[in-house]
């Protein structure tokens, strides 16, 4: 088929045949297909939306343009995560190792940061000596032998995603329902999970910003994954606000060790435990959800999921020790201490201008390739509902580069609100979707 007739239809408002979606990604695949034909088509699909048998197919040829790992041969329900990305979202880290220290083999290629989100692997990056790049070979030994390994995504893994991504970034066609279902989709499928819970974050810091944009790229990545034969389902949770304290790549693999000490934040305690439950259901390792709760809370006190993330870093040649002792982790040789301008009860903390600011302070990347200060980052002494004196210290900015302060601060400035009168509380989990039905407890 040729491609200006592919791109023609889908211009036109056509749906795609499965002919067509296969010699799309087979021509991105092999660069038969040169950058503009394949930006094209990227953009008419941003115009003209997929179907949801269109967005499947895709997922589908992708997931064919590399290896599928095939994790057949260890025991259990093998159960992925994936986040749609956030501010100050560490929960990866702490949900693989934990679900393993519960019996569940977790299989999990992550990514970098992108944007003002966080990824995993930079944060991972921040154990001294980790590893992320293990070979194929390697990363089912591991996870055949102690249940858990945070990689990067492996060359031979939905390359066709690798190819469209990077176009995608460069040419405006991110934001299409379709596009990211079928991105994220394709490396879960690939990476060898048999059951899937995925986080949908929703709010100011994240791609997806309203409950009903989220439920809609939570219902196609349910459809994507069922169609499959994966079981997958979406809890969509906000992210107007910054997840736990820390933001920023070594700071949040300490507040990771907190809570895997069973302390923490309140609020990623829960997402922790409300997402390692569903794993540990879908995994079949406890017959209620109040089961599954129990085990996943008792792995974070007994020190099991610590003990298991320690074996981990040590497998993946980072030093164990850090564990222990997270002071030797890489920090910052400068902290400006953000005091508040006046009394009163925090009433906003805006998870976007907090990620902006993080990244202004080397946390993250301005442009690809940029080498990330993995010390720098963001501590969030107050957050929404909490009250303040005039003067008391609300936020202590960590970074090396002085010349970096300037754009952090009034980004800070402007995304805590301090007012008279504690804000309406908001849910963490904002709804539920899932192969046999779905619940919104906030819709909008
Ligand atoms: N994450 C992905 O992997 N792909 C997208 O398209 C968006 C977020």
Same mark, same amino acid.
């Given at each position: 088929m040729r $491609? %200006?007739?592919?791109?023609?239809?889908? =211009?036109?408002?056509?749906?795609?045949?499965?002919?067509?979606?296969? $010699?799309?990604?087979?021509?991105? +695949?092999?660069?038969?297909?040169p950058d503009y034909q394949v930006s094209a088509l990227l953009m008419a699909i941003v115009l003209k939306g997929m179907n949801a048998v269109e967005t499947?197919?895709?997922?589908?040829?992708?997931?064919? &343009?590399?290896? =599928?790992?095939?994790? =057949?041969?260890? #025991?259990?329900?093998? %159960?992925g995560k994936h986040s749609t990305g956030g501010v100050g979202d560490k929960v990866s880290i702490i949900l693989a190792p934990l679900a393993a220290a519960c019996g569940v083999t977790v299989p999990k290629m992550s990514g970098r940061g992108l944007g003002h989100t966080g990824g995993t692997l930079d944060k991972l990056e921040s154990i001294p000596g980790f590893r992320v790049a293990l070979s194929l070979d390697e990363y089912i030994t591991q996870l055949a032998? !102690?249940?858990?390994?945070? !990689?990067?995504? +492996?060359?031979?893994?939905?390359?066709?995603?690798?190819?469209?991504?990077?176009?995608?970034?460069? *040419?405006? +066609?991110i934001e299409s329902l379709p596009l990211i279902a079928s991105s994220i989709m394709s490396k879960k499928l690939a990476e060898g999970s048999e059951a899937l819970?995925?986080?949908?974050?929703?709010?100011?810091g994240a791609f997806m910003h309203r409950p009903a944009d989220a439920r809609a790229l939570a219902r &196609?990545? %349910?459809? !994507?994954? *069922?169609?499959?034969?994966?079981? *997958?389902?979406?809890?969509?949770?906000?992210?107007?606000? #910054?997840?736990?304290?820390a933001v920023g790549n070594a700071l949040e693999i300490a507040e990771c060790i907190e809570v895997l000490r069973g302390q923490g934040p309140a609020d990623l305690i829960e997402l922790v435990v409300r997402l390692g439950?569903?794993?540990?259901?879908?995994?079949?390792?406890?017959? +209620?959800?109040?089961?599954?709760?129990?085990?996943?809370?008792?792995?974070?006190?007994?020190?099991?999921a610590l003990a298991r993330f320690r074996l981990m870093v040590a497998r993946q040649g980072g030093d164990p020790a850090v564990?222990?002792?997270?002071?030797?982790?890489?920090?910052?040789?400068?902290?400006?201490?953000?005091?508040?301008?006046?009394?009163g009860v925090v009433t906003a903390l805006d998870a976007l201008l907090v990620g902006r600011a993080a990244v202004a302070l080397g946390a993250g990347r301005d442009k690809k390739g940029d080498e990330v200060d993995l010390s720098a980052g963001i501590v969030l002494l107050k957050k929404p509902q909490d009250e303040v004196a005039a003067g008391e210290p609300v936020m202590e900015l960590h970074y090396n580069d002085p010349s970096r302060l300037a754009g952090a601060l009034p980004l800070v400035t402007q995304a805590m609100v301090?007012?008279?009168? #504690?804000?309406?509380?908001?849910?963490? %989990?904002?709804?539920?979707?899932?192969?046999?039905?779905?619940?919104?407890?906030?819709?909008?």
């Open positions: $491609a %200006v007739d592919i791109i023609r239809a889908k =211009r036109d408002g056509d749906a795609l045949s499965r002919e067509a979606i296969d $010699a799309f990604v087979a021509g991105v +695949t092999s660069g038969s297909w499947s197919w895709l997922t589908d040829a992708m997931v064919r &343009s590399g290896d =599928r790992v095939n994790l =057949r041969h260890i #025991p259990g329900i093998k %159960v032998e !102690i249940g858990c390994c945070l !990689i990067s995504q +492996t060359a031979t893994i939905a390359p066709a995603d690798k190819a469209l991504y990077a176009l995608r970034d460069v *040419t405006g +066609t819970v995925l986080d949908v974050k929703c709010g100011r &196609s990545m %349910v459809s !994507i994954g *069922t169609a499959a034969g994966v079981r *997958t389902e979406c809890l969509i949770t906000q992210m107007d606000v #910054p997840l736990g304290h439950s569903r794993m540990v259901r879908l995994a079949k390792k406890a017959a +209620t959800d109040e089961e599954s709760a129990a085990l996943v809370r008792h792995a974070l006190s007994s020190g099991a564990v222990d002792d997270p002071s030797r982790l890489p920090s910052a040789r400068l902290k400006h201490v953000m005091t508040a301008p006046r009394r301090i007012g008279d009168q #504690p804000p309406a509380t908001q849910p963490l %989990v904002l709804g539920w979707v899932h192969d046999s039905g779905e619940t919104m407890f906030v819709v909008s």
